[in-house]
């Protein structure tokens, strides 16, 4: 079954308790942040394993790569490290190939937070997978779509990912998810399993807050007034201008009064206050058994901010998940040495991805060989190793 454009009854019905970014709510109120027609599959085999995917359309081949297939697979990016040969082979199935145009419109199947994953009972299921999967790719062909792509699909969902290779699907790696499993039971656990001038950072990094007159705090998002939105929606335009994105204060304000809104008491703000002013934060949304970082912000010009990204997006919301009863971070992708420094692991993560026309199959064939192992790792070594 197909819903198009609202989320179908039948979609609450698949878990009572889903992961926040499969939950209608979420659905509702955050869809936007991928493009497109919004797109739910439920597949109801008739035995209880039901399997749901939502999914959005792409246009055309303007989609940024991290939302477009042909992207992924032709002109990857800076993530990726492909020598002499590999470059040539990528090269050439990129001109065998057709033009990009006839990749979409694309099928992208991908929840708002870039992860990809199952929903339903039937989502362990081999046999309920595979149905669903050539249920959507039915779908897409019927439609007249030019591909499909599963992007984001978490390092868990073996089954899914089975399933996927064996409907022909492409693999392409992705990026590298960095998760942090919290040691032992308490912050002094977690500071002992880091290397010593890690350990020393954190210490170092207190002390100089300290000397600023930085404090950090904690609150539920739920509890920001609209003076403490619009402090963050300044630092969140100091953070797109350091790496070069447009300013967009409309959109970050719209986003944070839509979290604040619907998702308030899943927000926990992490923030670094000098003389009564935030001069850096970073929000987690509790996912359940994982809170995920969402946002951060500094105000780069004020010298006082220097080593609060470190305190409010690592050293305070580890330390507040011991005294809460977390026990996983997830601090998504890029800047795999930060993290990887700060006792995360790096999972890969993957995306499948088909062109439903024939004569492009052999190119994309060739293009995601020439991927296999080429993520960058910290220290610029490339490979698929879980480290």
Partial sequence: MRAVGQCPPQWAALDA?????ASARWLARMGDRIDGEHWWFVHQPGDGRDVGFFGSV???SAVSEA????????????????????????AAARAAGPAPEHWFPSLVVTYPGLECFPLGPGRHSAQALDGAVAEVVAEARAAGLGSVAFLYVQPEETE?????RRAAFLEVPTALRANLRLPGTTFEDYLASLGRDARKGVARIRRRLDRQGVTVRQLLLRDADDRLVEELVGLRMT????????????????????????????????LAVADGRTVGFCLFLDAGGIRHAWMTGTDYADPRADGTYFEVCYHAPIEEAYR?????????????ANKLERGCRLDEVASFVL????????????????????????????????Q
């Fill in 17 to 21: 308790e889903p992961p926040l970014f």
């Fill in 58 to 60: 792409s246009e055309d």
């Fill in 67 to 90: 939302k477009n297939p042909w992207r992924l697979l032709f002109e990857p990016g800076s993530a990726r490290s492909l020598g002499r040969p590999a470059l040539e082979r990528q």
């Fill in 160 to 164: 899914l990912s089975a399933a996927l």
């Fill in 239 to 270: 953070h797109r201008a350091k790496y070069g994105r447009r300013p967009d204060a409309a959109g970050e304000r719209s986003q944070l009064h839509t979290l604040r809104e619907s998702f308030g008491e899943r927000g926990r703000l992490q």
């Fill in 324 to 336: 809460t009863g977390c026990r996983e971070l997830s601090f998504s992708y890029g800047a795999e």
């Fill in 355 to 386: 062109p439903l026309d024939s004569a492009g199959l052999g190119p994309a064939r060739e293009a995601a060989a020439s991927l296999a192992g080429a993520l960058v790792r910290p220290g610029g070594a490339a490979g698929s190793d879980t």
